[in-house]
């Protein structure tokens, strides 16, 4: 079983910034690949960004590209979204998951985090 907690959420105003975090924790919560997702009210969870067990491949989409950043630190088993140049409709919960059940961008992960709430206001 892997457990993940996420933190860092807010409410922030347009241009400003966010760093989140999705802290892993059971047995070899390191190895998997973690995505993070959104979902805002009255929408379907979308893919946001993906890395590979090693950091060593990045994955986003292109609603993000250029402003957000994912990066892990393995020792730590945490996962970080480092959100710039936010928007108001980057306003979600945003959760991470780890270990893709296929796609990397559909939203069929084993493991889910309970989610965080990101509000940017303009």
């Known amino acids: 079983q892997v457990q993940l907690v996420e933190s860092g959420g807010g409410s922030v105003q347009a241009g400003g910034s966010l760093r989140l975090s999705c802290a892993a924790s059971?047995?070899?919560?390191?190895?998997?690949?973690v995505g993070w997702f959104r979902q805002a009210p009255g929408k379907e969870r979308e893919f946001v960004a993906l890395?590979?067990?090693?950091?060593?491949?990045?994955y986003y989409a292109d609603s993000v590209k250029g402003r957000f950043t994912i990066s892990r630190d393995n020792a730590k088993k945490t996962v970080y979204l480092q959100m710039n140049s936010l928007k108001p409709e980057d306003t979600a919960v945003y959760y991470c998951?780890?270990?893709?059940?296929?796609?990397?961008?559909?939203?069929?992960?084993?493991?889910w985090g309970q989610g965080t709430q990101v509000t940017v206001s303009s």
């Open positions: 998951a780890a270990k893709p059940g296929g796609s990397y961008y559909l939203p069929k992960y084993d493991y």
């Open positions: 890395i590979s067990w090693s950091g060593g491949s990045t």
């Open positions: 059971g047995r070899t919560s390191s190895t998997y690949p």
